[in-house]
């Protein structure tokens, strides 16, 4: 089974990636960012309590986000892998998706770590913002939610390097060079069964 985790500050196009990803390893893309904000959009009551969080640039609690995870991967059994995008967000979180994977017999074997320099990121944000009209993309909440990124998920990566098991990638260049620099970081994990400590 190959499971997949990728990360990046907000803007570096981890969602765009995860997609691609998907489709070309045939495993299914989960975006607690997505499955959140459908709550948001169906206005229920998770919904309700969620839209206060991501209007002010803050994390979804842990408890809400990992049992939205864990209906979704007991909801899919007999699939080849996932690649969870925006998940996890907190080394709290990381801990607890270990101990789940490990329960479903199923570990995590990568995790993507995508690069970008945050001026371009707070452009891209700022660009997105026009386009789609999102709450959480205003330039206040922008500055928010990079802040809480460097504080709560950047911690991630010495996580999971002490793992062994992060791939960074640098993701400054266009979608498809990006794209081609995961590929070759998941195809040495497929050939080796281990990832190799380098940068992309």
């Keep these: 089974m190959l499971n997949l985790v990728i990360f990046g500050p907000p803007g570096s196009g981890k969602g765009t990636q995860s997609a691609k990803i998907a489709e070309k390893y045939r495993i ?10 459908q709550e948001v959009e169906h206005d229920t009551p998770l919904g309700k309590e969620i839209r206060k969080y991501i209007d002010k640039g803050l994390l979804v609690p842990d408890e809400i986000v990992l049992r939205e995870i864990k209906q979704q991967i007991n909801g899919q059994e007999g699939i080849p892998g996932f690649i969870f995008d925006g998940f996890p967000r907190t080394i709290n979180q990381a801990e607890a998706f270990d101990r789940m994977l490990d329960q479903n017999d199923t570990p995590l ?10 001026e371009e990121l707070f452009n891209r944000l700022m660009g997105r913002s026009e386009d789609s009209g999102r709450s ?3 330039d206040e909440i922008i500055k928010r939610r990079l802040k809480v990124y460097k504080e709560q998920t950047f911690p991630l990566i010495s996580y ?3 793992q062994g098991k992060i791939a960074t990638i640098k993701g400054m260049d266009p979608v498809e060079q990006v794209f081609g620099k995961i590929c070759h970081a998941i195809d040495t994990y497929l050939c ?3 990832v190799l ?4």
Aim: proline share 3%; glycine share 4%; aromatic share 6%.
């Design 28 to 37: 299914t893309h989960l975006s607690t960012g997505d499955l959140l904000r």
């Design 109 to 118: 074997c990568l995790v993507i770590s995508v690069e970008v320099e945050e």
């Design 136 to 138: 959480d993309d205003s």
């Design 160 to 162: 999971y390097k002490a």
């Design 192 to 194: 080796s069964r281990k």
């Design 197 to 200: 400590p380098v940068v992309y």
